[in-house]
C-alpha cells in the first residue's frame, strides 16, 4: 500500500531510507518537491480547515508520519505505516546532504535570536552550505512577495519553520511556481538544531513518549496537547464505522 489515509490525510508508506532515496533522485534532477511532516495536529488541523487538507493532499508531492500517534493510529485502522519517520531527522540528514554537495540552502521561521543561533552554527559545522537566505518568522510581508523573494535566490534546499498552517501555505505557492528545489516544513526544528531547545534523549525517543518529554519541558505546550484526545476519538470513530 503506497498511500495510509489517516482522517483524510494521505501519508507516503515509506521507510525513512526509502524517502531519502528518492529526495535524492528530485534533488538530483532539480525537480520541485513538497514535502509535509504531519503530526496528529496537523491532522485534526486540516480536518477544520478544507483549504489546509487540500494543500496536504493535492499540492504536497510527499506527507511523512512525523509523530507515534499517526502510526498508531495507522495500525488501528488496519492499514499499517512501515514506521514514524520525523521532519527533525530528515531536516538534520538533508544539512548534511547540502554540506557534503555544496548546495544552495533558504532557511526561514522561528524568533531572530534563533535564527542567529542556526546561521552561526552552519557557518561553524556546516562550511559546505551555501546559505543564500535567513529569515526570521516575524516578516510583515504576505506569502506571495516572500515566495518571489526566495525564488530570486535560487536554492536547492527550502526549510520553513513557520508553524502550520502557515509554512505549507507558503510552500504550496513556491511548488505551484515549479521552484526547482526540495521544499519542507519543519516546525520547531530551528530550535533544536540551534540548541535553543533540547530534544528528547534517547530514551524517550525510543520508547515513543517525546512528545510528553517536550510537554514536562514545556507546560505552556499544554493547551496545544489537547488536540490528541481528540485525535485519539476521531481515530476510534473512523475504525468503529
Not at 485502522?77 to 548534511?96: A, C, I, N
Not at 509554512?167 to 540548541?195: C, H, T, Y
Request: proline share 5%; net charge neutral; charged share 25%.
Amino acid at each position: 500500500m503506497s498511500k495510509v489515509n489517516v482522517l483524510g490525510v494521505d501519508f507516503d508508506n515509506k521507510s525513512f531510507t526509502q524517502f531519502k532515496n528518492e529526495f535524492v533522485g528530485r534533488i538530483n534532477a532539480h525537480q520541485s518537491t513538497f514535502v509535509v511532516t504531519a503530526n496528529p495536529e496537523i491532522v485534526m488541523a486540516a480536518n477544520e480547515n478544507p483549504e489546509f487538507m487540500k494543500i496536504l493532499n493535492f499540492d504536497a508531492d510527499y506527507i511523512t508520519p512525523d509523530g507515534i500517534g499517526i502510526v498508531k493510529a495507522a495500525k488501528m485502522l488496519h492499514t499499517p505505516l512501515k514506521e514514524r519517520v520525523t521532519g527533525y531527522d530528515l531536516f538534520t540528514w538533508l544539512m548534511k546532504l547540502a554540506n557534503e554537495r555544496n548546495l544552495r540552502v533558504y532557511l526561514i521561521g522561528a524568533k531572530p535570536h534563533v535564527i542567529h543561533a542556526v546561521q552561526e552554527k552552519i557557518a561553524r559545522d556546516y562550511s559546505g552550505i551555501q546559505l543564500v537566505g535567513a529569515e526570521d518568522g516575524y516578516f510583515n510581508e504576505d506569502l506571495e512577495v516572500m515566495a518571489y523573494q526566495i525564488e530570486r535566490t535560487e536554492p536547492d534546499l527550502v526549510f520553513a519553520a513557520l508553524g502550520s498552517p502557515r509554512q505549507e501555505q507558503l510552500l504550496a505557492i513556491l511548488r505551484k511556481n515549479l521552484l526547482p528545489a526540495l521544499m519542507m516544513g519543519v516546525g520547531g526544528s530551528f530550535d533544536v538544531f540551534s540548541g535553543a531547545v533540547k530534544r528528547a534523549p534517547q530514551f524517550w525517543q525510543q520508547v515513543h513518549l517525546e512528545w510528553f518529554y517536550r510537554l514536562v519541558k514545556n507546560p505552556s505546550r499544554f493547551k496545544r496537547m489537547m488536540v490528541l484526545p481528540k485525535f485519539v476519538h476521531e481515530v476510534h470513530e473512523e475504525k468503529r464505522k
